[in-house]
């Protein structure tokens, strides 16, 4: 199996990531009673469900005999949705709010106030990209890594050189966003990508109808097409689709982030030969724990402040290196699959 540690090592340590020993790891007393909600972007996203799955087995394993309530937006009404629900946070006397954010700053001013009532607010998959109202992130990965993640995807699949396209989520997805330009980044400042083009980022509003469609969109807008990169399990495996679909896939093939399980047909038949993706239940696990500590009184959520989550070992908050003044959990890793490993992992 292809496994991508991110960061390396070296700077493991430098940061202080899982499975790494620290004498001073605060260990979390459970059974303290504090009632949390858990707001993905919308509703009816497996990845989304799998992280509730984690956060519900945190929630059990620490005893805390308050509730945790998985409660989001419809996919149409995500942004005015997420807003909403942390607006009627601040009035419902809760411990915490576990935000993967789809609304960009516009979240902000409800996220302080939910802060000013007493309720922390711990993002997850995508934070609030000032950090305002926001008491720390959960990253999945680093973000800056999946740039060069998904450039060395690009370079594989095009064999160096081409046209590529990005299909994203939404235009205020923070996680998304920050993806792409750290893509850009690396393609225009390394020379190895110098014959790898992009030509378009367009957005699916990650509903599988609109992505297909944009996927197709892309298609005939750009002849030359190679390949169209989607960071989004929504748009990967609609755009993927469209290509079976179509009988494009030895023109126009797929790549981006995406759950084996959905993406094991794809890769086995060529349509979308690489693509990358994190544990979603693992994220959730380490959301609540980050969560409970914080809402209970026993984490500060201080730079340097270290605890043990659980299962998956010690955490560190550190500063987020992409975010002025923000602090943030890196969770990690991610694993790049191919048809050497997908299988095994979709079962």
Known sequence: MKTTKILGAVAALMLGGAGLAYADAIKLEGGKDTSMILLPKFLGILVFDQANEGAQEA??????????????????NSVAGQIEIM??????????????????????????AAQAAGTKVVTWDSPIPSAKGESVFV???????????????????????GEMAV???????????????????????????????????????????VSYNRALALVDKYPNLGLI?????????AAAKAMQDEGLCDRVRVSGLGLPSEMVSYTM????????????????????????????????????ETFTAGRMGDYT??????????????????????????EAAAK
């Open 59 to 76: 929630h059990k394993e620490l005893a805390n005999p308050g509730k945790l309530d998985f409660v989001g937006p419809t996919p149409e």
């Open 87 to 112: 607006t009627t946070a601040a009035t419902q006397k809760l411990g915490a709010v576990m935000l993967s954010n789809n609304a960009g700053d516009q979240i902000a001013p409800a996220a302080e």
């Open 139 to 161: 990253a999945q990965v680093d973000f800056g890594s999946i740039g060069v993640v998904m450039a060395d995807m690009a370079h594989s699949i095009l064999g160096g050189a």
């Open 167 to 209: 299909l994203s989520a939404t235009p205020d997805a923070a996680n998304q966003n920050a993806w792409i330009e750290a893509m850009k980044k690396t393609l225009a400042e390394d020379a190895k990508y110098k014959d790898i083009k992009l030509v378009d980022v367009v957005y699916g509003d990650d509903q599988s109808e």
């Open 229 to 237: 990169m989607a960071p989004t399990t929504v748009g990967i495996q």
């Open 269 to 304: 038949n060529g349509c979308a030969p690489e693509f990358a993706l994190w544990d979603f239940r693992d994220l959730g696990y380490l959301s609540y724990y980050t969560a409970y500590g914080l809402a209970t009184g026993q984490l500060k959520g201080e730079i340097g």
């Open 317 to 342: 908050i550190e500063a987020d290196p992409g975010r002025e003044g923000a602090k943030r959990i890196l969770m990690g890793p991610f694993t790049v699959y191919n048809k050497d490993n997908v």
